[in-house]
């Protein structure tokens, strides 16, 4: 009647032993190994969202210095934050002043545009 428990646990018993063997083989190499393993995940992961946060932040340098070559010539600057604190009202001067122009000229040109179709029934 325990027959079939007998060979189940025997099969038991052998793969224990076997991975016990494997065990005392590897020594600590088993454990670097998956501590190396949970290293590479989570490298991997952070180098990936890394990448594209540099790859972005490059991206918004490169506009930002482009901005600031364009509004060379007007009042645009950008104060440190300890000036900022001792003069607040230095704040209104980190408003691009050629780039308000401008888009308050092109707002200008799509109303009227807006509005000249308006009066004509285009």
Known sequence: MFEWIKKITS?????????????GVAGPEIIISMELMVLVELLGASTFV??????FKLFILNLFNGLKKFESRSIFFIPSLDTLKQMPILAIHTIPERTVYHCIFVL????SYAMFNLILGV
């Open 50 to 55: 890394l990448a594209y946060i540099s790859g």
């Open 11 to 23: 099969k038991g018993v052998w793969y224990l032993l076997a991975a016990l063997i494997a065990a």
């Open 108 to 111: 200008f040109i799509w109303v």
